[in-house]
């Protein structure tokens, strides 16, 4: 796998080095990606779960669309892949679901959220709703969150990579 992962320097200071650890995470989900047909990343590997590592990217594309769009910065774009009546339609894949465009959305959305982070200080409220609290959250508490997101979802992805193929690593 040759996606370029850097974990942040150690003596950095706390935006830089939230910012790095989200980076970090952002790589190893794309790295435990890497390499594999569109096949075998819509393959859901531990029956009866769906979850699959295209579901995954999907899934942090809306997660990255929902906090700091909808939730940072108070705008309203609607979901990607979900409905209300498929609340879980990123993990819901067909044959026409596609890496390509998978890949696409997600890394577009985190541009979006570098772009709406960078307005802001880490202390800085949000402006939008969220469907945990009625209080805003700070930009600090969204990073934290979103660093624990990718954390625990790549657990998920380093366990269905070795099922599709064998590959492992951290």
Not at 42 to 63: F, I
Not at 123 to 151: C, N, Q, V
Request: proline letters at 5%; charged letters at 30%; aromatic letters at 10%.
């Amino acid at each position: 796998m040759t996606v370029p992962r850097r974990e942040p320097a150690q003596n950095a200071d706390e935006r830089t080095m939230l910012e790095g650890w989200l980076d970090y995470h952002r790589q190893t989900l794309a790295w435990k990606c890497e390499g594999l047909t569109d096949a075998q990343l819509r393959t859901a590997s531990v029956p009866p779960s769906e979850l699959s590592l295209m579901g995954l990217v999907r899934h942090m594309a809306e997660v990255e669309r929902g906090w700091f769009r909808k939730v940072l910065v108070g705008e309203d774009p609607g979901p990607i892949y979900y409905s209300d009546e498929d609340r879980d339609g990123e993990f819901h894949l067909t044959e026409a679901d596609t890496w390509q465009e998978a890949y696409a959305t997600w890394q577009a959305e985190i541009e979006i959220a570098r772009r709406h982070a960078s307005a802001f200080g880490l202390d800085d409220l949000s402006k939008g709703p969220s469907r945990f609290s009625e209080e805003p959250f700070s930009l600090r508490w969204i990073y934290t969150h979103m660093i624990e997101e990718y954390a625990r979802h790549n657990g998920h992805a380093d366990l269905i990579r070795e099922r599709v193929d064998g590959a492992t690593g951290d």
